[in-house]
């Protein structure tokens, strides 16, 4: 009986199977002669990107089918590697993180799906997708063929292969194409790694699997294999044509993509937030399509970094905000924007005659909660006494999170100090935000965003105790800089001068608390702490209404608060944190995102799909203290109001170089048009800083703008960029956000400008961060056509401070 009843299941097992195999047809997705052919046919890929992490899961299929009421006809996604494995060896492919279930919505709502596992994505994540883990080994080489490096790379594409192998097209899936890795050409040069790469996934998905590089016009040259399709990135306003013109000559036969096209663009903190006019992005798909070029949209729904995992951009530092709406046609919380329905009405002409797939209903609808206070509070560090379990290590030299075993969250180093005299200058170089105190009392704080490395001491007596909280943040996601260890690099120097002697110590002694970022540490802060629930004035990092020397209102506490709102019906809401310091939230458990007073994101987007009826819990971890513990849900978000401490704009006339009497190193004139040009100096020239005088433009009276600018050294190098500061720009359009560091930020469609109506002559002047010698300048324009704004006369001064 027993035994019947085993084969019965066998059987319905069985049967079952080949239903399933039978409803998923084979196909072939390959490349053909200037088009790619899908089942042998020409096919025009419209592809719409999404991050299934950045958007909760029972929201998957309203997502995907607001794509196709755009009328793309795939989906394309990275798969974030350190989301998958958050701990070395322990993988996760369930609930937000089931991408084969995944792409079965996208199947079954008959959308294609366009595949990128890097292993490193970039995408404004944490560490572009790699691990933090990787560093505990500190010589890593990443993204080369280090061995560790590709042994673990190897074993999540692996992971990743055991998920979506089975849904590849070959397979009756949706899957047509596979990325391998990521915009290498603005890493670096190594075929042998890149094709490493490529053997690994091809191992996995088959020969037939149609595998393709993206990178710049620029630059795709450099690591472009023979055997892969090669496609282009670029963003909204870019000459297109341009963007193919090296491509047409290389391969004059191959089909023609533009793997990212920029929608709109990422925000960091403490700068305007980012929009691209719909009409440009509209137009050059429209152009695209009407050449038969195929695309992804990037983003098309950008979604949310929930939790810690928005990445950081450099050179600098720039951390990215939670928020990843992109100015993206669907915007964060998965509505249709006006750019939406512009894109959509445009599509229809390419939708072969057929009407356009109904845009769906949202899942939930936007509710907003009233104003509700905070009013348990519990303390991480309370005077001289850290509120904190015992330190994990004491007596040890200063060490990084990845030493600790700590990815994410803050740590507390304590060191006790020597008798110091008078005054004293304390440097270290910290990631990201490092508060300083003695004895408890606020002393004040380094910004790694603003490049701050020291800060001054007050006198001490021997055995006053240094203490600092230290709040690592997202990690670097672009460029040579992803190698981003957390808390304290490196030793901390005090040095003091007295009598013209300078003394100097290098505190070696230190204890050392971990406080990882998540939900249980933070529920477990309310259950464990003896001052939990008490609000007196003890808790605060002074007296009330003190001030700091650097303006820090000492009346702040910086702890976990925790919170309840009551709900009649469930819906989407925005949580307006502006009052509060800094750090992240955590909604009934699940970790929505950081904040920071200093904007320009003020809301957190909360999905209605993780709040319930009745009572919800809100934690906030501050590590500066808020100015009211208070939270209300609105109906929109507020992405854009900065609350700087001071104006990001460079224009302090104090910092204005007397270029009167100095010597230019080059002076001439661009040429019109796209493209990187090379200026020689007359001879090689030592200096901290560049001026680039703009005195006149290709087109009369037009602003002034420039994409990206290298300098080279002496072996005709160009020289790193990774300590550069704008110091002066005579003019920048702040609104735009088209400030003067957007000529070092890598990114060849970001550009400085200068406010509109404002002719030249313009000044930009950058901060070298110390003395080089230099030879050449390089200078990119804007990528758009007719490129607005393009220098003609120019002269290039080197000064030495
Ligand atoms: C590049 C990367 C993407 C993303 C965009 C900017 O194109 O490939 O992952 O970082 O830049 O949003
Ligand atoms: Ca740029």
Redesign the pocket.
């Known amino acids: 009986m027993k035994m019947k009843a085993i084969n019965l299941a066998v059987v319905v097992l069985m049967l079952s199977f080949l239903c399933s195999c039978q409803t998923r047809e084979p196909h072939t997705f390959a490349v053909g002669d200037k088009t790619f052919l899908l089942d042998g046919k020409p096919f025009v890929v419209k592809a719409a990107e999404v991050h299934y992490p950045r958007i909760p899961r029972p929201y998957w299929e309203h997502r995907i089918q607001m794509c196709k009421a755009l009328g793309m006809n795939a989906v394309c996604i990275?798969i974030f590697w350190n989301i998958h494995e958050q701990q070395e060896g322990q993988f996760n492919f369930t609930e937000n993180n089931d991408v084969a279930a995944f792409c079965r919505i996208a199947q079954k709502n008959g959308m294609y799906v366009i595949v990128r596992p890097g292993p490193y994505?970039?995408?404004?994540w944490e560490m572009g997708g790699l691990p933090w883990w990787l560093l505990k080994k500190k010589d890593i080489r990443l993204r080369e063929q280090d061995p560790y490096f590709m042994q673990r790379v190897k074993i999540f594409e692996q992971k990743v292969g055991e998920q979506l192998a089975p849904l590849t097209v070959q397979n009756g899936g949706p899957i047509i194409m596979i990325q391998v890795e990521?915009?290498y050409g603005s890493y670096g040069e190594d075929k042998p790694y890149v094709s490493e790469i490529r053997d690994c996934l091809k191992s996995i998905y088959g020969d037939d699997m149609t595998l393709f590089q993206?990178d710049w016009a620029s630059n795709f040259e450099k690591n472009g294999l023979d055997d892969l399709t090669w496609t282009m990135?670029f963003g909204t306003g870019a000459n297109i044509d341009q963007q193919f013109l090296r491509l047409g000559e290389l391969r004059p036969n191959a089909p023609k993509m533009c793997s990212?096209f920029?929608s709109g663009?990422?925000d960091k903190w403490g700068a305007q937030h980012e929009t691209r006019p719909a009409k440009d992005m509209v137009d050059g798909m429209d152009e695209m399509l009407s050449k038969g070029i195929s695309f992804s949209l990037?983003m098309t729904h950008g979604g949310t970094s929930f939790g810690h995992w928005a990445g950081a951009n450099s050179p600098g530092f720039a951390p990215d905000v939670t928020s990843y709406d992109?100015d993206a046609p669907i915007n964060e919380w998965g509505l249709a924007t006006p750019k939406f329905w512009e894109l959509r009405k445009m599509m229809e002409k390419y939708n072969d005659g057929k009407e356009m797939p109904d845009v769906p209903e949202p899942p939930m609808p936007i509710i907003t909660v009233p104003k509700f206070e905070l009013t348990e509070f519990s303390s991480i560090f309370n005077g001289t006494d850290p509120k904190l379990d015992a330190p994990v290590r004491t007596g040890s030299p200063v060490m990084t999170f990845e030493e600790m075993g700590m990815g994410w969250g803050s740590m507390y180093y304590a060191t006790t100090l020597p008798e110091i005299a008078g005054q004293s200058v304390l440097t270290a170089d910290i990631h990201d935000f490092a508060q300083f105190f003695i004895n408890g009392k606020y002393i004040g704080k380094t910004d790694r965003v603003k490049n701050e490395k020291s800060i001054t001491l007050p006198s001490v007596k021997k055995g006053d105790e240094l203490q600092i909280l230290v709040e690592g943040m997202g990690r670097i996601?672009?460029g040579r800089a992803i190698k981003d260890f957390k808390g304290i690099i490196g030793d901390v120097a005090i040095t003091s001068t007295v009598n013209n002697t300078e003394t100097a110590w290098k505190p070696q002694d230190w204890s050392m608390f971990a406080l990882p970022d998540s939900y249980e540490k933070a529920v477990d802060a309310f259950v464990n702490n003896e001052d939990w629930g008490k609000n007196d004035n003890s808790m605060r990092l002074g007296k009330p209404s003190q001030m700091a020397a650097d303006g820090q209102d000492l009346t702040t506490k910086p702890g976990y608060y925790r919170g309840y709102f009551n709900l009649k019906k469930v819906g989407d809401t925005f949580l307006n944190f502006e009052t509060w310091g800094k750090g992240q939230v955590w909604v009934n458990g699940h970790a929505m995102g950081r904040i920071w007073s200093i904007g320009p994101q003020q809301t957190l987007y909360v999905p209605g799909c993780w709040l319930r009826k009745g009572k919800n819990e809100v934690i906030v971890l501050d590590v500066v203290g808020p100015k009211e513990t208070v939270a209300w849900g609105q109906a929109e978000p507020e992405l854009n109001k900065l609350q700087l401490e001071k104006s990001n704009k460079h224009n302090n006339i104090g910092d204005k170089p007397d270029l009167n009497s100095a010597t230019p190193s080059a002076t001439g004139s661009f040429k019109s048009g796209n493209g990187w040009q090379t200026v020689k100096f007359n001879a090689p020239a030592k200096g901290r800083y560049l001026a680039i005088e703009c005195l006149s433009t290709q087109k009369e009276g037009d602003c002034v703008a420039i994409a990206e600018l290298y300098l080279k050294g002496v072996a005709d190098k160009r020289i790193s960029r990774e300590a550069w500061t704008t110091k002066y720009a005579d003019s920048e359009d702040a609104n735009g956000n088209h400030t003067g560091d957007k000529v070092f930020d890598l990114?060849e469609s970001t550009y400085w400008q200068t406010e509109k109506g404002l002719p030249a002559p313009h000044l930009l002047v950058i901060d070298l961060g110390s003395e080089q010698t230099l030879t050449a300048l390089e200078y990119l324009p804007r990528a758009e056509q007719g490129a607005p704004g393009g220098v003609k006369d120019f002269r290039i001064f080197i000064i030495e401070n």
């Open positions: 990275y994505v970039c995408a404004e990521n915009e993206c990135n990212e920029w663009w990422f990037y992109y996601n672009f990114q």
